[in-house]
T-cell receptor, first 114, second 115 residues
Framework: DVKVTQSSRYLVKRTGEKVFLECVQD?????MFWYRQDPGLGLRLIYF???????EKGDIPEGYSVSREKKERFSLILESASTNQTSMYLC?????????????FGEGSRLTVL | AQKITQTQPGMFVQEKEAVTLDCTYD???????LFWYKQPSSGEMIFLIY??????QNATEGRYSLNFQKARKSANLVISASQLGDSAMYFC????????????FGTGTSLTVIP
């Protein structure tokens, strides 16, 4: 079974802190994604990566950066956390190629910024 | 414009009845995939069903079927014989090749199954 593991289920940070959210997948997937989920807004794409060291901005990249140094690992970085970044963060991965290949999700990281 | 639109924030269905969750999409890409995911209160996202844009027949997976109407750009999820465990958020999603295999999600529908 594909497994996508997110390093922390729950985090509490203070405004201005640097926050790292780690995500690891074990199925050699090319594509990896970071979403944030907020009530009434669904899932919004922050960044995605289709290869090592490659990254593409999603719909809401402001205030975030990412790193993909190895194929299996995709990190989301909040350089200076703010209260409006309190949210559920979901990492996902998928195979490359056309039209097929569902997203496999991690369990999510619920971040609270005080 | 929204890529995925789910117009039903909340739905109720009687146990053992069928229910349809609506989803419309917007794309100019001839090659795309449509997905439905279930998110129970525990938070994990569970893949339910997939429909490719070139598939001629509607996808089915057990009690789930996808009513794919390409001309209308709709991809409604039908759950037959609802069970209490079907109570969850349901998200419709689309994967576009033209945007580098990005996935777009709707805002979700909260389904409650009533005993």
């Amino acid at each position: 079974d594909v497994k996508v593991t997110q390093s922390s289920r729950y985090l509490v940070k203070r405004t201005g802190e640097k926050v790292f959210l780690e995500c690891v997948q074990d199925m050699d997937h090319e594509n990896m994604f970071w979403y944030r989920q907020d009530p009434g807004l669904g899932l919004r794409l922050i960044y995605f990566s289709y290869d090592v060291k490659m990254k593409e901005k999603g719909d809401i990249p402001e205030g975030y950066s990412v790193s993909r140094e190895k194929k299996e690992r995709f990190s989301l970085i909040l350089e200076s956390a703010s209260t409006n970044q309190t949210s559920m963060y979901l990492c996902a991965s998928s195979l490359g190629g056309e039209g097929t290949g569902e997203l496999f999700f991690g369990e999510g990281s619920r971040l609270t910024v005080l | 414009a929204q890529k995925i639109t789910q117009t039903q924030p909340g739905m109720f269905v009687q146990e053992k009845e069928a229910v349809t969750l609506d989803c419309t999409y917007d794309t100019s890409d001839p090659s795309y995939g449509l997905f439905w995911y279930k998110q129970p209160s525990s938070g994990e996202m569970i893949f339910l069903i997939y429909q490719g844009s070139y598939d001629q027949q509607n996808a089915t997976e057990g009690r789930y079927s996808l009513n794919f109407q390409k001309a209308r750009k709709s991809a409604n999820l039908v759950i037959s014989a609802s069970q209490l465990g079907d109570s969850a958020m349901y998200f419709c999603a689309m994967r576009e090749v033209i945007t580098g295999n990005q996935f777009y999600f709707g805002t979700g529908t909260s389904l409650t199954v009533i005993p």
